[in-house]
């Protein structure tokens, strides 16, 4: 499982005002499944400008901050997000 306290376990960047024709060609195929996040005092997973990522069967144990969402998608496109559990 992935512990990182205060930050995103997972962090994938660039520059959030990308437009559609960018977002084409910056990260694609990403598939984030069936891991375990432990403890976060933030989002566990923080993903922009990325076409075509799957989140799915991951488990967000023990995290603080309720408040957030465990995973925060910005100008994404094609995601698919299922089957995740906030424990």
Same mark, same amino acid.
């Given at each position: 499982?992935?512990? !990182?306290?205060?930050?995103? @376990?997972?962090?994938?960047?660039?520059?959030? #005002?990308? #437009?559609? *024709?960018?977002?084409?060609?910056?990260?694609?195929?990403? !598939?984030?499944?069936?891991?375990?996040?432990?403890? #976060?005092?933030?989002?566990?997973?923080?993903?922009?400008?990325?076409?075509?990522?799957?989140? #799915?069967?991951?488990?967000?144990?023990?995290?603080? !901050?309720?408040?957030? *969402?465990?995973?925060?998608?910005?100008?994404?496109?094609? @995601?698919?997000?299922?089957?995740?559990?906030?424990?």
């Amino acid at each position: 499982g992935f512990v !990182r306290e205060n930050a995103p @376990a997972i962090a994938i960047l660039s520059n959030q #005002s990308a #437009s559609a *024709e960018e977002i084409a060609h910056l990260h694609k195929g990403i !598939r984030l499944k069936n891991n375990t996040f432990k403890r #976060s005092h933030s989002n566990c997973i923080d993903i922009m400008a990325t076409d075509g990522i799957e989140i #799915s069967g991951n488990k967000f144990i023990s995290r603080e !901050r309720k408040d957030l *969402e465990p995973i925060n998608l910005i100008n994404c496109t094609d @995601a698919k997000v299922e089957f995740n559990k906030d424990l």
